[in-house]
Protein backbone atom coordinates (compact mmCIF):
# COMPACT_ATOMS: atom_id res chain seq x y z
CA UNK A 1 0.00 0.00 0.00
CA UNK A 2 2.73 2.54 -1.13
CA UNK A 3 1.07 6.08 -1.72
CA UNK A 4 3.72 6.36 -4.37
CA UNK A 5 3.00 3.00 -6.14
CA UNK A 6 1.59 4.77 -9.81
CA UNK A 7 4.62 7.11 -9.98
CA UNK A 8 7.13 3.89 -9.31
CA UNK A 9 5.60 2.31 -11.76
CA UNK A 10 5.43 5.23 -14.26
CA UNK A 11 9.33 6.41 -13.55
CA UNK A 12 10.09 2.69 -13.66
CA UNK A 13 7.91 1.45 -17.08
CA UNK A 14 9.71 1.50 -20.49
CA UNK A 15 6.45 0.26 -21.87
CA UNK A 16 6.06 2.02 -25.81
CA UNK A 17 2.30 1.41 -24.63
CA UNK A 18 2.37 4.49 -21.95
CA UNK A 19 0.32 2.19 -19.70
CA UNK A 20 3.11 2.06 -17.00
CA UNK A 21 3.27 -1.60 -17.03
CA UNK A 22 6.86 -3.06 -15.91
CA UNK A 23 8.28 -5.78 -18.00
CA UNK A 24 10.80 -8.20 -15.66
CA UNK A 25 13.67 -6.46 -16.50
CA UNK A 26 11.90 -2.50 -15.66
CA UNK A 27 11.04 -4.64 -12.16
CA UNK A 28 14.94 -5.47 -11.79
CA UNK A 29 15.92 -2.13 -12.31
CA UNK A 30 13.50 -0.74 -10.08
CA UNK A 31 14.97 -3.11 -7.30
CA UNK A 32 18.21 -2.06 -7.88
CA UNK A 33 17.34 0.87 -7.69
CA UNK A 34 15.75 0.23 -3.95
CA UNK A 35 18.74 -2.23 -3.10
CA UNK A 36 20.61 -1.04 -0.07
CA UNK A 37 23.77 -0.93 -2.39
CA UNK A 38 22.19 1.64 -4.50
CA UNK A 39 24.50 5.28 -3.77
CA UNK A 40 22.39 8.09 -2.26
CA UNK A 41 22.77 10.05 -5.77
CA UNK A 42 20.84 7.11 -7.82
CA UNK A 43 18.50 7.28 -4.76
CA UNK A 44 17.65 10.57 -4.75
CA UNK A 45 17.27 11.02 -8.86
CA UNK A 46 14.81 8.36 -8.62
CA UNK A 47 13.07 10.04 -5.75
CA UNK A 48 12.88 13.24 -7.51
CA UNK A 49 10.95 11.88 -10.35
CA UNK A 50 8.76 10.22 -8.42
CA UNK A 51 8.11 13.20 -7.02
CA UNK A 52 7.29 15.67 -10.09
CA UNK A 53 4.21 14.71 -10.57
CA UNK A 54 3.97 16.10 -14.03
CA UNK A 55 7.62 15.36 -15.41
CA UNK A 56 8.57 18.64 -16.07
CA UNK A 57 12.15 18.33 -13.99
CA UNK A 58 10.82 20.52 -11.33
CA UNK A 59 9.34 20.30 -8.27
CA UNK A 60 7.01 22.81 -8.31
CA UNK A 61 4.18 23.80 -5.29
CA UNK A 62 1.56 21.47 -7.10
CA UNK A 63 4.02 18.78 -6.87
CA UNK A 64 4.88 19.46 -3.54
CA UNK A 65 1.05 19.93 -2.65
CA UNK A 66 0.64 16.02 -4.12
CA UNK A 67 3.48 14.84 -2.47
CA UNK A 68 2.20 16.37 1.17
CA UNK A 69 -1.01 14.75 -0.02
CA UNK A 70 0.03 11.27 -0.76
CA UNK A 71 2.34 11.43 2.73
CA UNK A 72 -0.49 12.17 4.94
CA UNK A 73 -3.14 10.28 3.09
CA UNK A 74 -6.40 10.78 1.19
CA UNK A 75 -8.91 10.78 4.13
CA UNK A 76 -10.83 14.08 5.45
CA UNK A 77 -8.93 13.76 8.81
CA UNK A 78 -5.66 13.51 7.84
CA UNK A 79 -5.88 16.33 5.22
CA UNK A 80 -3.99 19.68 5.86
CA UNK A 81 -5.94 22.61 5.69
CA UNK A 82 -5.41 24.99 3.08
CA UNK A 83 -3.27 27.40 5.43
CA UNK A 84 -1.12 24.44 6.84
CA UNK A 85 -0.52 23.21 3.52
CA UNK A 86 0.73 26.49 2.09
CA UNK A 87 2.95 27.09 5.36
CA UNK A 88 4.51 23.54 5.12
CA UNK A 89 5.41 24.46 1.60
CA UNK A 90 6.55 27.55 2.00
CA UNK A 91 8.94 26.04 4.32
CA UNK A 92 9.63 23.18 2.20
CA UNK A 93 11.22 26.00 -0.21
CA UNK A 94 12.58 27.81 2.15
CA UNK A 95 14.84 25.18 3.08
CA UNK A 96 15.19 23.74 -0.44
CA UNK A 97 15.17 26.14 -2.77
CA UNK A 98 18.68 27.58 -3.08
CA UNK A 99 18.15 29.45 -6.20
CA UNK A 100 15.02 31.07 -4.93
CA UNK A 101 12.71 30.45 -7.89
CA UNK A 102 9.93 28.88 -6.29
CA UNK A 103 10.88 25.40 -7.37
CA UNK A 104 13.30 22.31 -6.39
CA UNK A 105 15.32 21.16 -9.39
CA UNK A 106 17.23 17.77 -9.06
CA UNK A 107 20.18 19.39 -7.81
CA UNK A 108 18.86 21.01 -4.85
CA UNK A 109 16.74 17.96 -4.28
CA UNK A 110 20.21 16.07 -3.91
CA UNK A 111 21.67 19.15 -1.92
CA UNK A 112 18.45 18.63 0.61
CA UNK A 113 18.97 14.54 0.64
CA UNK A 114 22.72 14.52 1.42
CA UNK A 115 21.91 16.15 4.77
CA UNK A 116 19.60 13.29 5.74
CA UNK A 117 21.48 10.25 6.38
CA UNK A 118 18.25 8.13 6.64
CA UNK A 119 17.42 8.95 3.05
CA UNK A 120 20.38 6.57 1.96
CA UNK A 121 19.61 3.97 4.43
CA UNK A 122 15.72 3.83 3.77
CA UNK A 123 15.17 5.45 0.47
CA UNK A 124 11.61 6.52 -0.86
CA UNK A 125 9.58 4.02 -0.68
CA UNK A 126 11.20 1.32 2.00
Known amino acids: ANPFQH ?10 A ?3 SMSFED ?5 SVFSDSATSDIKSHYAFRIFDFDNDG ?7 EQL ?3 LTGQGEESRL ?3 EMEQLIQNILEESDIDK ?4 NLSEFQHVVSRSPDF ?3 GVVQ
Open 81 to 83: SSV
Open 68 to 70: VNC
Open 27 to 31: FLDML
Open 101 to 104: DGTI
Open 7 to 16: RICHVFSTSE
Open 120 to 122: ARY
Open 58 to 64: TLDRKDL
Open 18 to 20: GDD
